[in-house]
């Protein structure tokens, strides 16, 4: 079981894949806080690949990924 996260970021995303990547990427470089936030994608229904993207991203990195 994962710790309560101390603080849970937020990503709004619609159709832009390339531009989530990037801060997807710039989000799993910060060093020193894993356990200490989960991040929330709030993603309002792409249909460009954002979820696999998302499922990805979520399975490589040490903290929660919760995509909604």
């Known amino acids: 079981s994962r ?5 849970s970021l937020v990503v709004n995303t619609y159709e ?3 531009h989530l990547a990037l801060v997807l990427e ?6 020193g806080v894993e ?3 989960e991040l ?4 309002d229904g792409s249909r460009d690949g954002t979820e696999a993207l998302v499922a990805a991203f979520a ?3 040490p903290f929660p990924v919760v995509p909604v």
Request: avoid cysteine.
């Open 3 to 7: 710790p309560t996260p101390e603080m």
């Open 16 to 18: 832009k894949p390339r």
């Open 26 to 31: 710039s989000i799993a470089r910060q060093e």
């Open 59 to 61: 399975a490589r990195v």
């Open 35 to 37: 356990g200490r936030f």
């Open 40 to 43: 929330i994608v709030a993603d």
